[in-house]
């Protein structure tokens, strides 16, 4: 193509804007990255468009309405990117170079699960975080519940997990249950003296996360199930 010309006055009115974002944000790869576009006249007539990506190579630019608007397909690295573009008229002269500089942000999306009853500061679950960038989350406890570790991409025994962003990354935050049940028993006062050899003793349960069974022993004899007189014994008998 014809040198690119000098910092200066352009011999015509040929010009190039070139207009990508001054950052780019994508979740699939380089494949599908923009395609820096600009528009280009001249009094006369322009002939082409030539564009170099980081220096390298000047290539022409396609058209569909005679470089009105015309197009680059180019393949972006991570990272800042430089596009160059200028015009040549039908008479031989060139505009000006345009010069534009954008960031490549390649990202991914990222799974964050929890394992017990607990939260997550920040909750990534689902975010689109840009891959090479250090994030960090926090894992915090549920009243009754102690927090055991991270699992997944990353193991840690620490509350904090710090990571790289990468693709196809999961993490699951564990937490275990320490809170003992609470069980009463309602229908025996101190000193309650009955008359029958026979008699039910009743009462409740509680639990942060449920109960699933009460026991009781007569005098030391053996452990024996209680009848769930309500759901998730809530209230019990013997």
Request: proline share 8%.
């Amino acid at each position: 193509p014809p040198r690119p010309p000098r910092p200066g006055p352009p011999p015509d009115r040929a010009v190039t804007p070139c207009s990508p974002a001054s950052q780019v944000t994508d979740s699939n790869g380089p494949a599908h990255a923009p395609v820096p576009t600009g528009q280009a006249t001249d009094n006369i007539l322009v002939s082409n468009v030539f564009y170099s990506l980081d220096g390298i190579n000047w290539t022409p630019a396609t058209t569909g309405n005679n470089w009105f608007n015309w197009a680059a397909t180019v393949a972006l690295s991570p990272g800042t990117n430089t596009v160059r573009a200028y015009a040549v008229a039908s008479s031989g002269n060139v505009s000006l170079t345009n010069v534009v500089s954008f960031k490549y942000v390649v990202a991914a999306i990222l799974t964050v699960s929890t394992n017990g009853q607990g939260s997550i500061s920040p909750d990534y679950n689902g975010a689109s975080l840009e891959i090479g960038q250090t994030y960090s989350m926090t894992a915090t406890p549920a009243n009754g519940f102690a927090f055991t570790n991270w699992s997944g991409s990353l193991s840690t025994n620490g509350r904090t997990l710090v990571f790289t962003m990468a693709s196809n990354l999961t993490f699951t935050a564990n937490f275990v249950d320490i809170s003992r049940p609470v069980l009463n028993i309602t229908n025996v006062p101190n000193g309650l003296r009955v008359s029958n050899d026979t008699y039910t003793v009743r009462g409740n349960a509680g639990d942060n996360l449920g109960v699933s069974n009460v026991y009781y022993s007569l005098n030391d004899g053996g452990w024996q199930s209680a009848i769930d007189v309500a759901h998730q014994w809530t209230n019990w008998a013997t």
